[in-house]
T-cell receptor, first 115, second 114 residues
């Protein structure tokens, strides 16, 4: 079983739709959860960052973490064509100072928002 | 702009050759990470350096090596290149002063081996 599973899609939605992206994971030591957005042939851009369980909201984006189910989600409200990109979940365990902060990534979900 | 600088952006080379990819981390960041991204494998962690020393190793081939210099820039050396090494190579950096930090990626170096 892979440490992080993410449905690669592709996912195609109309403009204005609510988008739900998800990842599951198997390592209970993961404490930090991130969502990156990657446009074609560009570097991943940090979108959301959460620690442990709970919700975090930033504008049209909401990240949810359910550690009991080992399940994280990213919701995009009022989706726009500019949101069309690949969304990667990433996570890592807690590390001490000088320890590795290596992230484990999902394979990414390709999202297209149609005007 | 993440502040992480990678050169070259694009590189085409022949099988059996050797290339060097260069990375300058964000100002103040002590850790540098190298990742490889291919269509079928996604983002794969290769290696991490922290303040000049190797900190963690991932799925890095023996033909590949890296180092971090005193000014904190890093180089990834890829030798005896094979067609399967064609991929996007990303460098990322973080402050790495304890938990709570995250990493920021450069724009990548696109390597094509022909």
């Amino acid at each position: 079983q892979k440490e992080v599973e993410q449905d690669p899609g592709p996912l195609s939605v109309p403009e204005g739709a609510i988008v739900s992206l998800n990842c599951t994971y198997s390592n209970s030591a993961f404490q930090y959860f991130m969502w990156y957005r990657q446009y074609s042939r560009k570097g991943p851009e940090l979108l959301m960052y959460t620690y442990s369980s709970g919700n975090k909201e930033d504008g049209r984006f909401t990240a949810q973490v359910d550690k009991s189910s080992k399940y994280i989600s990213l919701f995009i409200r009022d989706s726009q064509p500019s949101d069309s990109a690949t969304y990667l979940c990433a996570m890592r365990p807690r590390s001490s100072q000088g320890g590795s902060e290596k992230l484990v990534f999902g394979k990414g979900t390709k999202l297209t928002v149609n005007p | 702009d993440s502040g992480v600088t990678q050169t070259p952006k694009h590189l085409i080379t022949a099988t059996g050759q050797r290339v060097t990819l260069r990375c300058s981390p964000r100002s103040g960041d002590l850790s540098v990470y190298w990742y490889q991204q291919s269509l079928d494998q996604g983002l794969q962690f290769l290696i991490q350096y922290y303040n000049g020393e190797e900190r963690a190793k991932g799925n890095i081939l023996e033909r590949f090596s890296a180092q971090q210099f005193p000014d904190l820039h890093s180089e990834l050396n890829l030798s005896s290149l094979e067609l399967g090494d064609s991929a996007l190579y990303f460098c990322a950096s973080s402050v790495d002063r304890g938990s709570g930090n995250t990493i920021y990626f450069g724009e990548g170096s696109w390597l094509t081996v022909v």
